[in-house]
């Protein structure tokens, strides 16, 4: 089975720009594995902000985005704000199979 | 609206069964992949089952020949049945739609 890697930790100061990334240990992060990236905050059910790459939902914020970036998923956001600091997980689809990271924890301080 | 609402959670023995709903609303699950998540206490996101829309299933290694997904297209509602039921099972599971629409999850607890 795939393994799916995420940073651990990061942090980011209020205003400022920060990205995750996702990579695979199958290889380069494709349109084929339709990359998802979840917000978790303690508590609450998983939130959606991005799907198959890029595309946002009506509730996710515009300073996030997702793209693919040097072989690996990118979710980046720009003008952190408090609200910000959760647990951000991304998925990854195998044909048929999905695995999740092991997720990001991020601190806005 | 899509809407999600899971049920069937609860306390079960260890080599128990539990059967699992996803009811859904503002849509249709057979027109949609579904896939089963579940998050146990202070753990990460574990895909667990998905369905497609043609019906084909997919299961992660650990509950292979135990968890079983199902969808009810008269109810429009998504099932996982799980049997034989270990103390690692225990976990918040949720349903979610492709596209990335969640439930608000169910607690399953195994213990004895």
């Known amino acids: 089975q795939a393994v799916v890697t995420q940073e651990p930790s990061l942090t980011v100061s209020p205003g400022g720009t920060v990205t995750l990334t996702c990579g695979s240990s199958?290889?380069?992060?494709?349109?084929?594995?339709?990359p998802y990236w979840f917000q978790q905050k303690p508590g609450q059910a998983p939130r959606t902000l991005i799907h198959d790459i890029s595309n946002k939902h009506s509730w996710t914020p515009a300073r996030f985005s997702g793209s693919l970036l040097g072989g690996k998923a990118a979710l980046t956001l720009s003008g952190a704000q408090p609200e910000d600091e959760a647990e951000y997980y991304c998925?990854?689809?195998?044909?048929?199979?999905?695995?999740f990271g092991g997720g990001t924890t991020l601190t806005v301080l | 609206e899509v809407q999600l609402v899971e049920s069937g959670g609860g306390l079960i023995q260890p080599g128990g069964s539990l059967r699992l709903s996803c009811a859904a609303s503002?849509?249709?699950?057979?027109?949609?992949?579904m896939i089963w998540v579940r998050q146990a206490p202070g753990k990460g996101l574990e895909w667990v089952s998905m369905i497609y829309r043609d019906g084909s299933t997919f299961y992660a290694d650990s509950v292979k020949g135990r968890f079983t997904i199902s969808r009810d297209n008269s109810k429009n509602t998504l099932h996982l049945q799980l049997n034989n039921l270990r103390g690692e099972d225990t976990a918040v599971y949720y349903c979610?739609?492709?596209?990335?629409?969640w439930g608000q999850g169910t607690l399953v607890t195994v213990s004895s």
């Open positions: 199958t290889g380069p992060v494709t349109s084929d594995h339709y």
């Open positions: 503002g849509f249709t699950v057979s027109t949609s992949y």
């Open positions: 998925l990854l689809s195998y044909s048929g199979a999905w695995v």
């Open positions: 979610m739609r492709g596209g990335g629409y």
